[in-house]
């Protein structure tokens, strides 16, 4: 029995090593992917900052890795947690989006910070959490800029 648990133990640190050479694509376009949904949405220097610092690593084309995403298997569980994160909110293809789309991805941010669903508790568990004053910023933020993909909506629902 224990020569079987040392043979898996050596197995186990040989796999871990060769994993180490396979690495997963990274998420680096520059800060500039972001400067749309910037320039649409208005975010003030604090809500840019908040944004910044809690939602573009995993909802952007840019992403600040930490210095554990060089460590497999932490780099696939984040390359896939980036993934995800991107298939449900990108603010990087802001631009591709209807007006539609954009109120609907607006009133998604607001309905999840204020449900404490976002930021997720594996990345604030690292990161941190939102204070209570960035949480109304946000939402106080992402209603504000609902408003004219709203009046967009009306418009051309009027036609």
Request: hydrophobic share 40%.
């Amino acid at each position: 029995m224990k020569k079987a648990i040392k043979i898996f133990l050596v197995l186990a640190l040989i796999a871990l090593v060769i994993i180490q050479f396979i690495r997963p694509e990274k998420n680096q376009a520059g800060y500039e992917s972001v400067m749309t949904f910037e320039r649409e949405t208005k975010p003030s220097a604090q809500v840019a900052s908040i944004l910044k610092e809690n939602c573009y690593d995993c909802h952007s084309d840019h992403t600040q890795y930490p210095w554990y995403a060089e460590i497999a298997p932490f780099s696939f569980w984040l390359a896939e947690h980036i993934e995800h994160g991107q298939g449900h909110f990108n603010v990087s293809q802001w631009e591709s989006y209807s007006a539609k789309k954009k109120d609907h991805k607006l009133e998604e941010v607001i309905e999840m910070v204020k449900e404490g669903e976002m930021p997720l508790d594996s990345y604030t568990w690292i990161h941190g959490d939102l204070s209570e004053e960035d949480t109304v910023l946000l939402l106080q933020w992402a209603t504000v800029a609902r408003l004219q993909y709203k009046a967009q909506l009306e418009i051309s629902s009027n036609k």
